[in-house]
């Protein structure tokens, strides 16, 4: 199926003029979105609030790093407009396939199973132009919304340990309540910055948003906190700012820091991401993900406790 017909069938199945069959089919929607959620033991979000500072990167690597210790992981591309975590994989150009339990998604490097808007887009599809609405692959607001609950209602996750949600930046500041109203089971969210004084601006005010929306922020990662040689392996600052001031103001742990790293960073522009366990910036990633499950079991001791 071509792609534009695929975007139009999403939008026409989304689309009713009677407002009490919308009502229906929403209802009908979470539903199933629950049901493909209770075979998912941790469901985590992404997110910075500013663009720029890697934060695909840092979830999909997150996610390797979760699949590296044996876990089953998934990951859903919510960034709808400038889709990249497929390209990242190695699964650029690939699709959903359709069955009749639902779409099965593609997997990826150590077995991650993926889910993005890139897989719905040719490369002669723009990413934004200005078509109808009905084939135009920038979705606003409401219609942004449903294709979010599309994707978790429709995706055959199956059973996974962790799902990771790659949440819009900067603008799309509406995403993390909407997806932690889709999953009310959400454990956290785990938020990217660099140490730039203007990046940490936009990051506390995202930290405080969120945590108004009811979401549990679990801790800060600080991306390009420097640079790595790749020819000597030197690491030297980037930006000024101090991310560990910001995270004592907010009360919340500092993950971990990762360094911008060319050599890796190509790796992952050209779709064969580097899986050494033996790399240091790979090493860096798990050390965090150690500490996110350090907080996620600390939190079910707590639960079982109360």
């Known amino acids: 199926m071509a792609a534009g017909k695929d975007l139009k069938s999403i939008l026409t199945k989304l689309q009713y003029s009677d407002d009490a069959k919308v009502v229906q089919q929403i209802t009908a929607q979470m539903k199933q979105v629950q049901a493909r959620m209770a075979g998912i033991k941790q469901k985590l979000v992404v997110m910075s609030g500013k663009g720029g500072v890697g934060k695909s990167m840092t979830t999909v690597n997150l996610a390797l790093a979760f699949a590296r210790q044996g876990a089953k992981v998934g990951l859903l591309d919510v960034d709808l407009n400038g889709p990249c975590v497929p390209r990242m994989m190695g699964l650029h150009g690939q699709s959903l396939r359709m069955t009749p339990e639902g779409a099965q998604p ?3 490097p150590l077995g991650i199973k993926v889910a993005s ?5 040719d490369d002669a599809s723009p990413v934004r132009w200005k078509g109808p609405m009905d084939l135009s692959p920038v979705w606003l607001g409401l219609m942004e919304m449903n294709v979010i609950r599309e994707f978790l209602a429709d995706v055959v996750w199956g059973e996974l340990d962790y799902l990771l949600a790659d949440l819009p930046p900067g603008a799309a500041a509406d995403k993390p309540p909407v997806i932690a109203g889709f999953i009310p089971d959400l454990a956290g969210a785990i938020v990217v910055t660099t140490p730039s004084e203007v990046a ?5 005010k995202s930290v405080t948003y969120a945590r108004d929306m009811g979401i549990r922020v679990l801790g800060i990662v600080e991306n390009m906190s420097e640079y790595r040689c790749p020819s000597c392996g030197a690491e030297n600052e980037l930006f000024e700012g101090n991310t560990e001031a910001m995270c004592e103001v907010l009360d919340l742990p500092l993950l971990g820091r990762v360094p ?6 190509k790796t992952f522009d050209k779709g064969q991401p580097l899986l050494d366990p033996e790399y ?16 996620l079991d600390y939190k079910k001791v707590l639960a079982e406790k109360l």
């Open 106 to 108: 593609p997997v990826g």
């Open 117 to 121: 808007m890139d897989f719905f887009l």
């Open 200 to 204: 940490s601006d936009v990051v506390q």
């Open 260 to 265: 911008f790293d060319r050599k890796f960073a």
């Open 280 to 295: 240091p910036t790979i090493q860096k990633y798990q050390d965090i993900v150690g500490r996110i499950q350090a907080l």
